[in-house]
T-cell receptor, first 117, second 112 residues
Framework: GAVVSQHPSRVICKSGTSVKIECRSL??????MFWYRQFPKQSLMLMATSNEGSKATYEQGVEKDKFLINHASLTLSTLTVTSAHPEDSSFYIC?????????????FGPGTRLTVL | GDSVTQMEGPVTLSEEAFLTINCTYT??????LFWYVQYPGEGLQLLLK?????DKGSNKGFEATYRKETTSFHLEKGSVQVSDSAVYFCALSGGGGNKLTFGTGTQLKVEL
């Protein structure tokens, strides 16, 4: 089946630093990737939709200058949390689909736990 | 906007017990409905889906029926196993763009 990986699985950083999270589709080409944030005991909240070769589309309330998304190839999207603060601590999950349009199954990565001290 | 409401957990059951996890939704139009499962330390996996009213999705002994009249998509399993312990998410996809709207998740613990 389709596999999506994320790296790193856990990261701890100091306040004010930037952190990059990678999302890779291992056995398929992903024209569209999604980035979610999951708070403890809460739902996954969609942050942005990333299409290969174009700018990401951010959901309302998500700061695009703080959460930089790059989808430079059909198998890789990155999320960079810039100038991280403790309130950015969360579980970040990506998903990928092979083609957009009529519904195609999203394949999810295992998530990245970010802790900002 | 679209929203999904599912019962709060954790739900604790004995092995072989009957499982129901309630899910209701609010959406414009005719969304597709999904149940995802997240095992400890892993990503979300699609468990089952239904794309139109009265459709029944089923997989691994789990079932859910798309009820438009009650805007519900309750998850059921006749006999749970310890290996079913996980967090279950109800979700919908409405309109275009493949966006998913998730419920808050329900943790299921199955004990011997």
């Amino acid at each position: 089946g389709a596999v999506v990986s994320q790296h790193p699985s856990r990261v701890i950083c100091k306040s004010g630093t930037s952190v990059k999270i990678e999302c890779r589709s291992l056995d398929f080409q992903a024209t569209t990737m999604f980035w979610y944030r999951q708070f403890p005991k809460q739902s996954l909240m969609l942050m942005a939709t990333s299409n290969e070769g174009s700018k990401a589309t951010y959901e309302q309330g998500v700061e695009k200058d703080k959460f930089l998304i790059n989808h430079a190839s059909l198998t890789l999207s990155t999320l960079t949390v810039t100038s991280a603060h403790p309130e950015d601590s969360s579980f970040y999950i990506c998903s990928a689909i092979e083609s957009a349009g009529s519904y195609n199954e999203q394949f999810f990565g295992p998530g990245t736990r970010l802790t900002v001290l | 906007g679209d929203s999904v409401t599912q019962m709060e957990g954790p739900v604790t059951l004995s092995e072989e017990a009957f499982l129901t996890i309630n899910c209701t939704y609010t959406a414009t139009g005719y969304p597709s409905l999904f149940w995802y499962v997240q095992y400890p330390g892993e990503g979300l996996q699609l468990l089952l889906k239904a794309t139109k009213a009265d459709d029944k999705g089923s997989n691994k002994g789990f079932e859910a029926t798309y009820r438009k009249e009650t805007t519900s998509f309750h998850l059921e399993k006749g006999s749970v196993q310890v290996s079913d312990s996980a967090v279950y998410f109800c979700a919908l996809s409405g309109g275009g763009g493949n966006k998913l709207t998730f419920g808050t998740g329900t943790q299921l613990k199955v004990e011997l």
